[in-house]
Each structure stands twice: as structure tokens, then as C-alpha cells.
């Protein structure tokens, strides 16, 4: 029996577990160079490295930078359900907590909160484990587009 769209897709990330990503379809995530940690439907889990130019002129991670790490696993985290339609972002909403500095390794973990007919409903929670901080946590909307 062939795999559904899902498992190949997960088998396709799941090459990359350990290593940082540098060939995704988004040059941003490229840019933002996660190691993968863990593919499954719906999840994914990367760890950052924060460099400088991911700073803001305090030293610490810039919150369009979290905005952005969360917003892009999301999206990547739709791919993982093995979708035939394409889904875009409504809307982001992201509760700041704490900051992270140039050197830190940051995890984010993406899961659904709710799958409806058109409106994917995600979150993701990006943390410091050497720390034990959340330092954010989004929710995002994601709508079909066809």
C-alpha cells in the first residue's frame, strides 16, 4: 500500500532529524537554520541557535524574530498533515514572556488546537530548556485557499 500524503511528507522532514535545515521551500526558515528534533502529524519540534542579527539593540531575541520562528513552524507543521490545499495565515497571536540572548538555543513545538473545513486553528511555544523559560507562546489561524 502506497503512504498517504502525511507519511511521506513526514518521512521526506524526518531526513533531517538531528541536522539544521537548509534546504526547506522557505528561504526564511533557511535563514532561521533549525535542527529538527521531531516530525509527527501536526507537530514539530526545532531547536535555534539565537545569532546577532536575530537581536534587537538590547542583545535579545527581537520579537519579529519569535513572531517569525512561530509563524513559519506553523506553516511547516500544516505540511506535515498531508494537505492537498494550500493555507495561508489569517492572523498570529503571540503572548511575549521572557528573552532569550545571541548563543541561546531556543526550542519551538508546534501542535492543532483545532481542525475545521477551512480554518486550521495552531500553536507553538517557544522556550529556553536551559533556563526552564517560556519564552513565548502563538496561536494562528490558517485559512484554505485552495
Known amino acids: 500500500m502506497e503512504a498517504s500524503l502525511s507519511e ?10 538531528g ?5 526547506s521551500p522557505s528561504n526564511f526558515m533557511n535563514w532561521l ?3 529538527l528534533i521531531k516530525a509527527e502529524y501536526g507537530i514539530l519540534v526545532c531547536q535555534y541557535t539565537i545569532r546577532k542579527e536575530m537581536t534587537n539593540p538590547y542583545q535579545i531575541l527581537h520579537g519579529g524574530v519569535t513572531a517569525g520562528i512561530i509563524d513559519d513552524l506553523i506553516g511547516a507543521t500544516v505540511f506535515t498533515m498531508g494537505l492537498n490545499d494550500r493555507y ?18 531556543v526550542v519551538a513545538e508546534t501542535s492543532i488546537v483545532k481542525r475545521g473545513r477551512t480554518i486550521l486553528n ?14 513565548a507562546k502563538g496561536y494562528s489561524n490558517m485559512l484554505n485557499i485552495g
Do not use: H
Request: hydrophobic share 35%; glycine share 2%.
Open 8 to 17: 511521506q511528507r513526514l518521512n521526506f522532514l524526518r531526513q533531517s532529524t
Open 88 to 105: 495561508t495565515t489569517v492572523n498570529n497571536y503571540i503572548d511575549y514572556f521572557a528573552t532569550a540572548s545571541e548563543g541561546d538555543e
Open 122 to 135: 495552531l500553536q507553538c511555544e517557544l522556550s529556553l530548556p536551559s533556563k526552564k523559560r517560556l519564552i
Open 33 to 35: 537554520a533549525p535542527v
Open 19 to 23: 541536522k539544521v535545515i537548509t534546504d
